[in-house]
Every structure is written in structure tokens, then in C-alpha cells.
């Protein structure tokens, strides 16, 4: 059964850092392509960042970029977001999703995913 279960979330003040933890279950993430999603309060979910670990390609919404790195423990079967200089607006419910990857390349669309965490919740207070 595949499983994805976040953590890392929580409270922090604007300019502060997080670390959110995706660890997947019932596949092995290099098969497959994972990202992250955000929906706050009132808007649509949008991709934030997804990265793939068999061919290394990654993306990043403009809006974090140079703010945020995703990255994926192989052994832990586990991918990460790093959140530096996290903002007001970037407060959201945080969900991992991931796709079995057929051809190269990164989608961040999130209609391409099959499965879905439950997500964390991130608060960035001004």
C-alpha cells in the first residue's frame, strides 16, 4: 500500500526556517516523481516544488525560489522541503504527492499525482 506521511510542520515567525519530511511507504521514491503542495485558506492548491531522483530534475515555484531546496534521502525513502526565510504568505496546509515517473523529466501540475499526503500545516507569523 503506498503511503505518504508529512511532518515537520508547525508555527515560526517570518524570516524563521522549517523542514518538512515526506516519508513514503509501498514504493521507492527513486521510481517515482514527488512534490510538495500548498493550499491555504480560500485558494487553490498550487506546487511548490517536485523533484525527480532517477534523472535529478527539480522545480520550484517562482515564488520560493532561492528560498526553498527540495531534496530526497534514498535510504530513508524520504524527500525533504528546506524552508528559509519563510514569509507570511507562504502560511498553507503543506502536502507531499507523488507519481510513478514513465518518461524523463518533472511535472508540478497536481493533477498528475496519484497519491497524497495528509498534510502539514505551517504558520508564519509577521
Known amino acids: 500500500e503506498v503511503q505518504l506521511v508529512e511532518s515537520g510542520g508547525g508555527l515560526v515567525q517570518a524570516g524563521g526556517s522549517l523542514r518538512l519530511s515526506c516519508a513514503a511507504s509501498?514504493?521507492?521514491?527513486?521510481?517515482?516523481?514527488i512534490g510538495w503542495f500548498r493550499q491555504a485558506p480560500g485558494k487553490e492548491r498550487e506546487g511548490v516544488s517536485c523533484?525527480?531522483?532517477?534523472?535529478?530534475?527539480?522545480y520550484y515555484v517562482h515564488s520560493v525560489k532561492g528560498r526553498f531546496t527540495i531534496s530526497s534521502d534514498n535510504a530513508k525513502n524520504t524527500v525533504y522541503l528546506q524552508m528559509n526565510s519563510l514569509k507570511p504568505e507562504d502560511t498553507a496546509l503543506y502536502y507531499c504527492?507523488?507519481?510513478?515517473?514513465?518518461?524523463?523529466?518533472?511535472?508540478?501540475?497536481?493533477?498528475?499525482?496519484?497519491?497524497w499526503g495528509q498534510g502539514t500545516q505551517v504558520t508564519v507569523s509577521s
Open positions: 504527492a507523488a507519481y510513478q515517473q514513465v518518461i524523463s523529466g518533472v511535472r508540478c501540475g497536481l493533477y498528475t499525482y496519484d497519491y
Open positions: 509501498g514504493f521507492l521514491v527513486d521510481d517515482y516523481v
Open positions: 523533484i525527480s531522483r532517477s534523472d535529478g530534475n527539480t
